[in-house]
């Protein structure tokens, strides 16, 4: 089910970027944006001043389950890069799906500073054949119950004990479509 978000509606109009195109973004320890490229900004329709300092999630799409990001989070909080699929919502609500690639940075001391990610288009028969699916079964497990919190966790759960049933971590079932 779609929300609002900072009183943007999804618009149901989808958006591409080339093959050979990478979004790149950067983020401080929190996710607050340092470094957009231009493919990022053109994409979801703000200026670089309208991005930095602001909270990476400024493109979160409504449909997008949260347990996703808290699997993110985990990963990349602790040290480890992970790739996903996400679903990203421009500033006019136009959305755009992404292959991405996330990785803490780390200073001389091997101390992670803050994080890096590189987009790619992401694979449209991976899309509608596996992760639309998944997603929207997660969303599903999220919105049956009243407390977000709960939803999340019991979402998390269920895709932890999907990829404990067929045998593999989660980076092992992504790059493996």
Same mark, same amino acid.
């Given at each position: 089910?779609? !929300? =609002?978000?900072?009183?943007? #509606? &999804?618009?149901?109009?989808? $958006? /591409?970027?080339?093959?050979?195109?990478? %979004?790149?973004?950067?983020?401080?320890?929190?996710?607050?944006?340092?470094?957009?490229?231009?493919?990022?900004?053109?994409?979801?329709?703000?200026? !670089? =001043?309208?991005?930095?300092? #602001? &909270?990476?999630?400024?493109? $979160? /799409?409504?449909?997008?389950?949260?347990? %996703?990001?808290?699997?993110?989070?985990?990963?990349?909080?602790?040290?480890?890069?992970?790739?996903?699929?996400?679903?990203?919502?421009?500033?006019?609500?136009?959305?755009?799906?992404?292959?991405?690639?996330?990785?803490?940075?780390?200073?001389?001391?091997?101390?992670? %500073?803050?994080?890096?990610?590189?987009?790619?288009?992401?694979?449209?028969?991976?899309?509608?054949?596996?992760?639309?699916?998944?997603?929207?079964?997660?969303?599903?497990?999220?919105?049956?119950?009243?407390?977000?919190?709960?939803?999340?966790?019991?979402?998390?759960?269920?895709?932890?004990?999907?990829?404990?049933?067929?045998?593999?971590?989660?980076?092992?079932?992504?790059?493996?479509?």
């Amino acid at each position: 089910m779609s !929300e =609002k978000r900072s009183g943007v #509606q &999804p618009s149901g109009k989808e $958006r /591409h970027f080339k093959p050979e195109e990478l %979004i790149v973004s950067k983020t401080d320890l929190k996710g607050h944006i340092t470094y957009a490229n231009e493919v990022f900004l053109r994409l979801s329709d703000y200026t !670089e =001043k309208e991005v930095l300092g #602001q &909270p990476h999630s400024m493109i $979160r /799409h409504p449909d997008m389950p949260r347990c %996703i990001f808290k699997l993110l989070w985990d990963h990349i909080s602790s040290g480890k890069e992970i790739f996903a699929y996400v679903l990203n919502m421009g500033k006019k609500g136009d959305h755009y799906w992404v292959y991405a690639h996330v990785t803490p940075t780390f200073d001389a001391n091997h101390k992670v %500073i803050g994080y890096h990610s590189n987009r790619r288009v992401a694979d449209p028969k991976v899309l509608s054949d596996k992760i639309i699916p998944l997603y929207a079964e997660l969303r599903k497990i999220e919105e049956s119950t009243s407390n977000r919190k709960e939803g999340m966790n019991a979402a998390y759960d269920a895709l932890a004990r999907k990829l404990s049933d067929a045998g593999v971590a989660y980076d092992q079932y992504i790059q493996g479509l």
